[in-house]
């Protein structure tokens, strides 16, 4: 037997910056990877954008934050 929700706690979230829809109505968010020089607007309802925090798994990329061997 096994859980069908063990996969979820067995990944590592961690606070990510995202961007937040401010329209209570509208659930749109994205992550904050990318350096916008101003607040976006959602793609959705053109309302701005708050930055906040979600709990997401990390994105693995080409920067290995391992040290040392
Ligand atoms: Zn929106």
């Not at 961690?14 to 959602?42: D, G, H």
């Not at 997401?56 to 040392?68: D, F, S, V």
Request: aromatic share 10%; glycine share 2%; with cysteine.
């Amino acid at each position: 037997m096994y859980s069908r929700n063990k996969w979820r706690e067995e990944i590592p979230c961690e606070a990510t910056a995202v961007w937040v829809c401010s329209n209570e109505e509208c659930t749109c968010w994205m992550r904050n990877n990318f350096s916008f020089e101003s607040i976006p607007t959602c793609w959705k309802c053109q309302s701005p954008m708050t930055s906040g925090t979600r709990q997401l798994p990390p994105i693995h990329n080409n920067n290995p934050e391992m040290k040392g061997r």
